[in-house]
């Protein structure tokens, strides 16, 4: 508790008659108790200010949003500078591989799927061309007519009884209330496999989402596209068409011409950054607390009117990986109760890709990951605040708040939930299995001119950082990690959180 809260109480003690009369003595113990542990709290804090070594994370932060790693783009060669920087970083902290790890890499089979040269379709009297109305998201070079067959919404049942072999199979994009950017990509991919499964040589998506215009998809989706390599079925064309009044239904859908080509897919190697220290308590260290981050951008784009074309993303998210990183070298040398994972995802950028392979192939059982402490950003425009997006959903709130507190920032909660940011970031991946999963990011009140000038933009580099909220940055996320690992509670979600239920089932809640 702090000082503060604890002279206020003291304070008011006359206007509460049944404490007016607290016999003295356990009254002065309660206070004796209060103020050692107001003063466990500030050693903490002190400690990591002692032992945080701000000069050697201010030269990771340079390096990594360094024009030397070509914004860290998960397709392109230097990323290999990036993880390696990283994994080196880690090892030598003292921190220990994952069980089942390559060392401090979990490897990942990454797909580039470029456009075809040319691209059409014609189903019934209605034409389709590639980068207006269609868009080949991957697969290889096809053509022919064939049969259509319409399997609703593209799941288990759908699929059940229909005859796909040697016909293309249509669907409608997504699925019942996943109907959000990552939730269409990935109901996508699983359609793909049950597709391939069911004999179908292609699988065509009808986009008649109302939240998402077609001109926005069409615009970013009309250039290569990273995705996790599903093996063969990775060759099946997927495609999708704009149908935004939903009239590719009933008798047109008969039979479609189809001709793809110039079809180019490369392999890609990727690599999650991942390592891990034991807990000290003898039953807490079955639990983890997972501390993670994105270590990719968005690489080399259009130049700005200076002519920079390197997208550095120091804000975005440099500054983040930096505070994973340090919390590692902090916590090898001051383990706290519980288990902690270190981990710095790639390929977020396209499509929360890496994290959302470990949840999928974790290396350690989901169950025992008891909470996930996030970080990614797009800026700040408020260097006395800490946003925390998903403030308010779960019981570990209180303890980050306390943590921003000491070091003179406030815990703000979302500021802009139109974005739709907590299901944008690696932490939804984990959220969804059940684990409480909020993002610390910068503070930001708004998404004003000040976030837009930086985010995904070329001007996003070290030399416009404020480097004092960088450096209380990081030390608060180490303590607010610190304060979570060491709870005696395991953090749950808030009663009625949309994820309340999918925890209870991961952790055997009654």
Known sequence: MKFYRLRIEIENLRYFPPLFNYPMKRLTITMSLLLAIGSFSFAQKQD???????????????????????????ARPEMKLAYTFIA????????????????????IPFRLSSPPKSGSLKIGDKEFTQGQNMLVLDGKSFSGTYELVDVGFGMDEDFAGKDLKGKIAITNAGAPNKLSPNQLFSEGRTKTLRAKEAGAVALIERFNVPSVPWQLVSGFLNRPQMSVDQGSASDLPYVWIEDAKNQMTGDKLKNAVIAIQGKVN??????????????????????????SAHYDHVGVGAPDAKGDSIYNGARDNAVGTVAVINAAKYFVQNPPKRSVIFALWTAEEKGLLGSGYFANNPLIPLNQIVYNLNIDNAGYND??????IGLGRTSADFMIEEAVAE???????????????????????FARKGIPAPSFTLGFTAFDDEIQQYYHKAADEVDSFDMDYAKIYWKSYILSAQK????????????????????????GDK
């Open 48 to 74: 990591i200010e002692k032992k945080f070594d701000s000069k050697a994370a201010i030269e990771e932060f340079t390096y990594l949003a360094s024009d030397e790693l070509m914004g860290r783009d998960p």
């Open 88 to 107: 080196d970083l880690l090892k030598k902290a003292g921190a220990t591989p994952l069980p089942g790890a390559d060392g401090f890499y979990q490897n």
């Open 266 to 291: 490369v392999d890609i190697d990727g690599k999650n950054v991942l390592a891990w220290i034991e807990g000290t308590d003898p039953v807490l260290k079955n639990e983890f607390i997972m501390l």
């Open 383 to 388: 260097t006395s605040i800490i946003t925390v």
């Open 407 to 429: 070091f003179g920032l406030t815990a703000k909660a979302d500021p802009s939930p139109e974005q739709g940011l907590f299901d944008r970031s690696d932490n939804v991946n």
């Open 484 to 507: 979570v690992a060491n709870w005696n509670q395991r953090p749950k979600w808030a009663v009625g959180d949309k994820y309340e239920e999918v925890s209870k089932e991961l952790y």
